[in-house]
């Protein structure tokens, strides 16, 4: 292995338990333990995804902040991790498809008001707007930004054929 991938992965191993330390509160709650529970994107659980999502803006974030500005990654960690909370249910609460994709942002949004009362609107708002461009409005934050686009590129590993991209909690 080069030195490179060697950096690499020693980061996303830094990244993970990172992720686990700023977010021990959110994924030991009932809900995030639901979400583990739930099958996502065929192939993982809401939870699985959702830390991926975590680990993947916090790795951003830290490239981010290297080079350009100074972003708060432990309330990146805590949106990334309660940005599909919503979901949670989903056969309940929603009757299609493009209900989930339209309504989600919002319920995880109200969820994480609940589990987090202290954050502030911007970070409430990275939540509600992480399904941008599927949703008209974009997100308004830099920490928004890297929310959705965690997200997606969650989404895409998730539904790959690789199994290297499985089970994100277990690793």
Known sequence: ???????????????????FHYGKDIVET???????AQ????????????ASVAVIALRMCRKLNRRV?????????LAALTHDL????????????????LRHPSDSAKIAMDL????????????SRHMFPLTILPPTSMEGLIISVADKMASFKDISPRKAYSSTLNQ
Request: proline share 1%; aromatic share 8%.
């Open 86 to 101: 919503g979901i949670v249910g989903r056969h309940e609460k929603y009757s299609t498809n493009i209900e989930t994709y």
């Open 30 to 36: 009932d809900i995030f333990k639901e979400a583990m």
């Open 116 to 127: 987090l009362p202290d954050m502030n609107k911007k970070f409430y708002r990275s939540i």
């Open 69 to 77: 500005c100074h972003l708060d990654e432990r309330r990146v960690v």
């Open 1 to 19: 292995m080069s030195a490179r991938k060697k950096l690499k992965e020693a980061e996303r191993l830094i990244a993970y338990r990172d992720v």
């Open 39 to 50: 099958t996502h994107h065929r192939k993982t659980t809401v939870g699985d995804h959702s």
